[in-house]
């Protein structure tokens, strides 16, 4: 057991041998911390945490009460392997979230970025890949092998079937069942979402430059919403309209990329 001198380990907590604790944690009432977990520096449990398996926390992490992190994958398949969980830096997480490690039929390894705040009882299944700055409402459930990419918000009571891809600065509404890759900039509504619109106010947040945004706009209006045939050709006659913008560009290559097959499209 490595435990800093200068964290401060409630004495209720329950340490395992082994476990790391960094510089200035606060470990606080009933804790229990397993024997592979590292928490870097200036990493907060605030209390009735349960921290498991083979689990890196980054510094400056926030963890509040109740959340489940490291634990078993909820996978059949899952044999007792030597997986990992792996959270970056200043991350929120909020009372009953639950993050399992991955599974050797995955990869091995569930991972979540840096700056993303989960609200109250969202679920991380198994290998999934999570990106920086992503916000995900109360209650959201993402099946195994789920990637979400950096800045996606996802609005609340969600749920994303597993193996699917949630582009960047995509924005998922409340209440909505995704059960297709959802384009970078999408914006999505419905019990079975659709792909309502583009995230520009997400766009405009972030600086993104105005002409560019005018050109996505056109373009992905009258070649994708109002065009015909399969999705994937839509993005690519949006993107011959203007082959420099770099919005397109993202978005086609995510429609394109190895093994995508299915999609939130457009009503």
């Known amino acids: 057991?490595?435990?800093?001198?200068s964290a401060a380990v409630h004495p209720t907590a329950i340490l395992e041998d082994g476990c790391v604790v960094g510089e200035g944690c606060e470990i606080g009432p009933y804790c229990v911390i397993g024997p592979e977990v590292v928490l870097g520096?200036?990493?907060?449990?605030k209390s009735h945490i349960a921290v498991a398996g083979v689990t890196r926390i980054g510094d400056g992490t926030i963890v509040y009460p109740f959340a489940s992190l490291g634990h078993a994958p909820q996978d059949l398949k899952y044999a007792g392997e030597r997986t990992e969980l792996v959270i970056g830096v200043k991350n929120t997480i909020r009372e009953y979230v639950t993050m399992n490690p991955g599974t050797a039929g995955g990869g091995g390894i569930t991972s979540v970025g840096d700056g993303c705040l989960f609200m109250g009882s969202v679920h991380v299944g198994h290998d999934c890949r999570v990106g920086d700055s992503v916000i995900i409402?109360?209650?959201?459930?993402?099946?195994?092998?789920v990637t979400v990419e950096d800045q996606v918000v996802i609005g609340g009571l969600s749920?994303?079937?597993?193996?699917?891809?949630?582009?960047?600065?995509?924005?998922?509404?409340?209440?909505?069942?995704?059960?297709?890759d959802v384009i970078p900039f999408g914006t999505t509504t419905g019990e079975r979402a659709h792909l309502a619109g583009l995230n520009f106010i997400g766009l405009k947040r972030r600086g993104s430059d105005k002409g560019e945004m005018n050109e996505l706009r056109n373009a992905f209006g009258s070649e994708v919403f109002e065009?015909?045939?399969?999705?994937?050709?839509?993005?690519g006659r949006a993107l011959a309209t203007h082959p420099e913008n770099p919005f397109l560009r993202e978005i086609s290559g995510f429609v394109s990329a190895e093994g995508a097959k299915r999609f939130t499209v457009p009503e």
């Open 159 to 180: 749920g994303i079937q597993q193996f699917t891809r949630i582009g960047r600065g995509a924005m998922i509404g409340g209440m909505s069942g995704i059960v297709g």
């Open 137 to 145: 409402a109360n209650s959201v459930a993402l099946a195994g092998h």
């Open 41 to 45: 520096a200036g990493v907060v449990l």
């Open 1 to 5: 057991m490595s435990i800093d001198p």
């Open 227 to 235: 065009g015909q045939g399969p999705f994937a050709e839509r993005v």
